[in-house]
């Protein structure tokens, strides 16, 4: 059994399907469990609520205790999809709690922050705890944030990329303060669920990363990915 969660959340378990339901209303029905994850101050809590309310916060957050979690719909090709996404908190001694969560999963969102050697350094931990605790089939994006921040920049943007290519994951930059690819990479994900709960046999595969590098390419934000 998942452990209890802080007062911000509720318990949640990865829903079985019904047959009656076809995939399209089986997504409209089931929350799409979406997880937080990285080092404590990475900037977790500031993304989600920068994608949750459009804003960012400065100083208004101490460090993540427990786990909560935010609720989201997202229109992907006039399917209603909803995320269900998880704050998790970073530090070693809630990482027990976090990996409890891993198993629900459908998608995992890892950050990094860019002016933070050792938060990078520590993304090659955290995939292996990933590759462990969560189900093969998870959706994992790596992110790299604050981006805004270039001028005290610790890891290079072809550093991160490297990274993503060694685990065959997609990769962007994002900035919770100033909303830079946070949209995208939360839009990218549910479109990757999407298209797995949908896809005919007739269809091209969705690829997620021509996804990302069309969107990049069309909003011209290059220096953000």
């Given at each position: 059994?998942?452990?209890?969660?802080?007062a911000?959340?509720?318990?949640?378990?990865r829903?079985?399907?019904?047959p009656d339901?076809?995939p399209?209303?089986?997504?409209?029905?089931?929350?799409?469990m979406?997880?937080?994850?990285?080092?404590?101050g990475?900037?977790k809590?500031?993304?989600?609520?920068?994608?949750?309310?459009?804003k960012f916060?400065p100083g208004s957050f101490?460090?993540?205790?427990?786990i909560?979690?935010?609720?989201k719909?997202?229109?992907?090709?006039?399917?209603n999809?909803?995320?269900?996404i998880?704050?998790?908190?970073?530090?070693e001694r809630?990482?027990?709690v976090?990996?409890?969560y891993y198993?629900?999963?459908?998608?995992?969102?890892?950050?990094?922050d860019?002016t933070?050697?050792s938060?990078?350094?520590?993304?090659?931990?955290w995939?292996?705890e990933?590759?462990?605790?969560?189900e093969?089939?998870?959706?994992?994006?790596l992110?790299?944030?604050k981006a805004?921040?270039?001028?005290?920049?610790a890891?290079?943007?072809?550093?991160g990329?490297?990274l993503a290519?060694?685990?065959?994951?997609?990769?962007m930059?994002?900035?919770?303060k100033t909303?830079?690819n946070v949209?995208?990479a939360?839009?990218?994900v549910?479109?990757?669920?999407?298209?797995r709960?949908?896809q005919h046999?007739?269809?091209?595969k969705?690829q997620i990363?021509?996804?990302?590098?069309?969107?990049?390419?069309?909003?011209?934000?290059c220096s953000?990915?």
């Amino acid at each position: 059994a998942l452990p209890q969660p802080t007062a911000l959340s509720c318990g949640y378990d990865r829903p079985s399907q019904s047959p009656d339901l076809n995939p399209i209303e089986h997504l409209w029905r089931d929350r799409k469990m979406t997880i937080l994850v990285g080092d404590s101050g990475v900037g977790k809590t500031s993304l989600l609520v920068q994608f949750d309310q459009g804003k960012f916060i400065p100083g208004s957050f101490s460090a993540t205790v427990g786990i909560g979690f935010t609720n989201k719909v997202i229109a992907v090709d006039n399917v209603n999809i909803k995320l269900q996404i998880w704050d998790t908190a970073g530090q070693e001694r809630f990482r027990s709690v976090t990996h409890a969560y891993y198993r629900d999963a459908h998608a995992l969102l890892l950050l990094y922050d860019i002016t933070s050697k050792s938060s990078f350094d520590n993304i090659r931990a955290w995939l292996t705890e990933i590759h462990e605790y969560a189900e093969s089939d998870v959706v994992i994006m790596l992110l790299g944030n604050k981006a805004d921040m270039s001028s005290d920049r610790a890891i290079r943007r072809d550093e991160g990329e490297r990274l993503a290519r060694e685990y065959s994951v997609p990769f962007m930059e994002t900035s919770a303060k100033t909303g830079v690819n946070v949209d995208l990479a939360f839009t990218a994900v549910a479109k990757e669920l999407k298209h797995r709960a949908v896809q005919h046999p007739n269809q091209p595969k969705f690829q997620i990363h021509d996804y990302i590098e069309a969107q990049r390419e069309k909003s011209g934000c290059c220096s953000y990915f």
